[in-house]
Structure formats: structure tokens, C-alpha cells
């Protein structure tokens, strides 16, 4: 590699647009900030310019908001130190360099200021995020934030089980990097299973719109599901595949509930229908003019949401699926 070729590679890193292997370049210089173990010879130099390239890069960050010409003045800096310590060793690393994927250990690599949280004990560790968003960890999981956040979108990394409620910003999307997975939102809370080397990763919403795609540094095909409260997406590592489907206990997201103690007397089943769907924010589809004549008279409690429906499909002799994150109810009608 030339030193006019990795100049251009130094500008493109500075604005987050290289490719997995030339990231992966670079993260080499970061580990020799860590492991200092024999500076001696070719790997003092390497290591003295590592440093001198980790001080360098908050002064890059700032000039994403300064002039381009200032900007191309600090890589310049940093190539003329490169230089001076010979392009060689650089260039036969990166011909044998792997495709590295975003994960925790390249987060905590990548940036300065990031900080690993643990929770070794055997109950739920509340964090409290800079942005004033919270984060539930779960027992044995980690998560990898920074200490402060970027003017335009907020990053963590986990590992393991986590409950987030994020502080709504609409010009920083929060984004939770979970194995092959990315959840993306500007304000909502949800729960994501990431546990590492498991087969599926889930992400449940409890309020708000969330986005989760898979992440294109690691999946060719890119794949992406909206969800909303009571909906969850698995992605399922070893077919590649996002699903879309209903959570396992939907909770009532209605702000000012209309559903308590329900008393049922001759009421269209349509009736109780639309209710259900505005308290769990829930899809229940049926044709309305199959069960136009069909009616309950019954009362219910304290049951869920699945079983109210089986108890009025029961009733009228329908049935049930729930199916593509959503219930469908299938009748012959009533007489």
C-alpha cells in the first residue's frame, strides 16, 4: 500500500466509510495501544504510532463539524508518522487480512471511551445511560456503551439479555448492535435476548415502533421488520431469517385502559373484538360479516389475551391462529 493510498484510507475512516477488512487494518493499530508487551524494534515503532494515532483521533472527530481542509490536515499528520515508521509492515498486514464482524470486541477496539458494563450477580443491574436512557441488564450479560454518545445516533453493544427504555431524541437514533442483529429506535422500550453463540435472537417490544434488521456487515442479505408493542422479531442464525410474530404474553398497552372486569350480556363478538385490539394494540382479523350475528354472554377477570380469545372462539364454535404477528379468527357463523 502507498502512502497516497492509505492517506485516502485514513480520510474514509475518518468519516466511519471503510469496508470490514480496512477496518479491521486500522483496529490493528489499536491493539497495539493494549498490548505493549516488547516495544522493542519494528513493533516499538508500530506501537509509538499506534499511540500517536489514538490521541490524533478525537482531533479527527472534531473536525467532522470544522472545514474539510483542516480535516485533511490532521490525516496528514497522521500519515506523515505512519511514514516515518515505514508503510511496510502496514501492507502486509492488510493483504491478509479477514472479514471481521461488528461485534463487541471491535466496538471496544474501534473508540475511545467505551466502557464495558458486567452484571455478575444473580439479579437485574439497572444502568443509567448518559442521554438519560436505562438499561435493565440480566445476570451473566454485558453491554459496551460509550461514555458519551455521538451528535448523531447513540451505540451500545450486547451481550446477553437486556430491557431498554430509551430517552426519546429524534435526531439520535439508538442503536443496540446484538450478534447478527440491529434494533433501531428514536424513543421506545423492548427487551433483547442476544446470548452469545445462541441460535436465535429476539427482540420483544413493549411501547413504541422499533426496527430490527440484520446487520449488512455480517449478512448478505439484507432483512427488516417493524415492530410494535406486543409484536417480537427472532432472527434465526442458522437459516438467516428475521421473523415477525406476536409475543408470548401480550401486556395491555392501552394508555387509559377500557379493559378490567368484562361482563358480557347478548354483546357482538365483533364488539369485544375491537376492544381487545385497542387494549393490546393487537391485529385480530375476521370478516365481520360471517360474524355479524353472533353474540356472548359471559364475564372475564384477569385472564390474557389468548385466553379471552379462546374463550369467546369457544363459545360461537370459532377457531384461532395467530399467525404473522397477528390473530385470525375462522367461522361458519352464528344462527
Known sequence: MTPEEFSKLLERYTRGECSPQEEEFILKWYEAIDN??????????????????????????????????????????VLLLIMAGGVIFLSSHFSNTKK???????????????????????????????????????????LRVADIFQDDKREVYLAGEAFF?????????FLVYANEVITKVL?????????????????????????????????????????????????NSEIMKVTKKLVDDPKIVLEKPTLFE??????????????????YGVDILYD??????????????????YQRIEIICKAIGAEYKIQDAAITITSKGCQ
Open 288 to 305: 365481520p360479516d360471517i360474524l355479524s350475528n353472533c353474540s356472548l354472554t359471559t364475564s372475564m377477570s384477569d385472564e390474557g389475551l
Open 187 to 235: 424513543g421506545t422500550s423492548f427487551t433483547i435476548k442476544a446470548y452469545k453463540g445462541a441460535k436465535q435472537t429476539t427482540v420483544a417490544v413493549k411501547t413504541g415502533k422499533v426496527s430490527v434488521s440484520t446487520n449488512p456487515k455480517v449478512i448478505q442479505h439484507d432483512q427488516e421488520v417493524i415492530l410494535t408493542p406486543n409484536q417480537e422479531a427472532v432472527y
Open 36 to 77: 505493549p508487551k516488547q516495544e522493542t524494534g519494528e513493533e516499538y515503532t508500530i506501537i509509538t504510532q499506534a499511540r500517536l494515532w489514538s490521541r490524533l483521533q478525537s482531533q479527527i472527530k472534531r473536525t467532522r463539524k470544522s472545514t474539510f481542509h483542516y480535516s485533511w490536515k490532521i490525516a496528514a499528520t
Open 165 to 173: 427504555h430509551v430517552k426519546r431524541d429524534t435526531l439520535r437514533p
Open 262 to 279: 368484562m361482563k358480557y350480556d347478548g354483546t357482538p363478538v365483533t364488539k369485544i373484538f375491537e376492544v381487545l385490539e385497542a387494549n
Open 100 to 142: 471481521l464482524p461488528l461485534s463487541l470486541e471491535n466496538f471496544g477496539q474501534k473508540f475511545s471511551g467505551i466502557q464495558l458494563i458486567e452484571n455478575k450477580t444473580s439479579t437485574p443491574r439497572l444502568i443509567a445511560l448518559e442521554d438519560g436512557s436505562e438499561v435493565t441488564l440480566k445476570p451473566g450479560s454485558e
